[in-house]
Structures are given as structure tokens and as C-alpha cells.
């Protein structure tokens, strides 16, 4: 089991952009996930948290053409960073490496999923998870 893993479902706050690098392409896109509470008056108060996501070679070509405002289900995992800037400030950054990204459909009659891009094998099924007596009961 991985131990550095992120799931995230959220939207997509703007286009993807794509860039050559020297190992090949980079895809970079911003997720938005939404929670809330409730405050002291009893109203419910949403809260937004934006991620920045990366995709890297051939998923990076997939990504390419996600737009702003679809929904996502990004899988990967977590790169922290730093850099100073230019007024001479240590600047950290928390970044998602994708590995898998859905991008949801978000027609009201269709019954299709969407599109889903990978760079890893699929999920074993049921069956195979018993076969190798992966059962520890948690659901990823």
C-alpha cells in the first residue's frame, strides 16, 4: 500500500496548461474542493480549498484538454517544495502528481462517466483483491 496518496474530487478553476520539458510534457490545473461548517448562528458556510495538480508525460498529453469548471477526480500523490522568491522569502508549495484523472460528465440525461486518463494499471477487481488476500477492510 502507498503511504503518500491523494484523492481528490473537486472543479476545475481553470484551463489546463501544457509544456514541454526536457523528460517530455508537463500538464499543471488547479482543483477546488469544497467543505463547510456551520458557524455559531446556525448557518452553513462553505469553504474552498484549491490544489495545485500536475500531470507528467503521457497523462500530461491527456489533460491537455481539461477545461475550467469540469468536474474531477484526481488520484496521485503529494510533492512539497520550496523557493525563494524574488523579494528574497522562502516560498513552500504543496503540489498533486497525478497518477489517474477522471474528468466527470456533467450531462443530466447521460449515462456515460466521462473520460478517464492513466498512468497506472487499472484497479484489480473483487475477486482478484480476495485472491490475493487483500482484505484489511479499508476501501483503497
Not at 3 to 24: H, M
Not at 45 to 52: G, K, L, Y
Amino acid at each position: 500500500m502507498k503511504n503518500n496518496f491523494i484523492f481528490l474530487s473537486g472543479n476545475v478553476g481553470r484551463d489546463a496548461e501544457t509544456r514541454s520539458v526536457s523528460s517530455g510534457s508537463v500538464t499543471h490545473f488547479s482543483v477546488a474542493t469544497n467543505d463547510g461548517y456551520y458557524d455559531k448562528g446556525g448557518n452553513w458556510v462553505e469553504v474552498s480549498t484549491w490544489h495545485h495538480v500536475e500531470a507528467w508525460g503521457k497523462l500530461a498529453e491527456s489533460c491537455s484538454s481539461i477545461k475550467k469548471g469540469s468536474k474531477v477526480i484526481v488520484r496521485g500523490k503529494m510533492k512539497y517544495g520550496e523557493y525563494v522568491d524574488k523579494d528574497g522569502n522562502k516560498v513552500k508549495t504543496a503540489d498533486v502528481v497525478a497518477s489517474d484523472v477522471d474528468v466527470i460528465k456533467q450531462e443530466k440525461k447521460s449515462s456515460g462517466s466521462g473520460d478517464r486518463y492513466s498512468n497506472s494499471q487499472p484497479a484489480p477487481t473483487e475477486r482478484e483483491e480476495d485472491l490475493n488476500g487483500d482484505d484489511d477492510g479499508l476501501p483503497f
